[in-house]
Nanobody, 122 residues
């Protein structure tokens, strides 16, 4: 069983930055693909970024060049650095983990955190 705990959300102004963190329990973190998803009010959960066990990264087109996903296997932690935030980035952000290779579909992930709210005022 893997538990994921996100932190780092908050209320910021457009153009600001935030760094989200997700700490994972369990021994399988280093071999797991990790992902960040988000869900805005009345919208479906959507893929944001993912990182493989060896550090390969993939991003949603609208966040490329603004967001960076990274991981620290020694700390069982995955990060999402978000720069130049805009109102469209407002959502609850979720961390997810899966065994095996990276995927961008939410249903492919086995474990989920409780989410952290990011609100960007324009």
């Amino acid at each position: 069983q893997v538990q994921l705990v996100e932190s780092g959300g908050g209320l910021v102004q457009a153009g600001d930055s935030l760094r989200l963190s997700c700490v994972a329990s369990g021994r399988s973190f280093s071999s797991s693909a990790m992902g960040w998803f988000r869900q805005a009010p009345e919208k479906q959960r959507e893929f944001v970024a993912t990182i493989s066990s060896v550090g390969s990264t993939y991003y949603k087109d609208s966040v490329k060049g603004r967001f960076t996903i990274s991981r620290d296997n020694a700390k069982n932690t995955v990060y999402l650095q978000m720069n130049r935030l805009n109102a469209e980035d407002t959502a609850i952000y979720y961390c997810a983990a899966r065994r095996g290779v990276v995927r961008t579909a939410a249903h492919e992930y086995d474990y989920w955190g409780q989410g952290t709210q990011v609100t960007v005022s324009s």
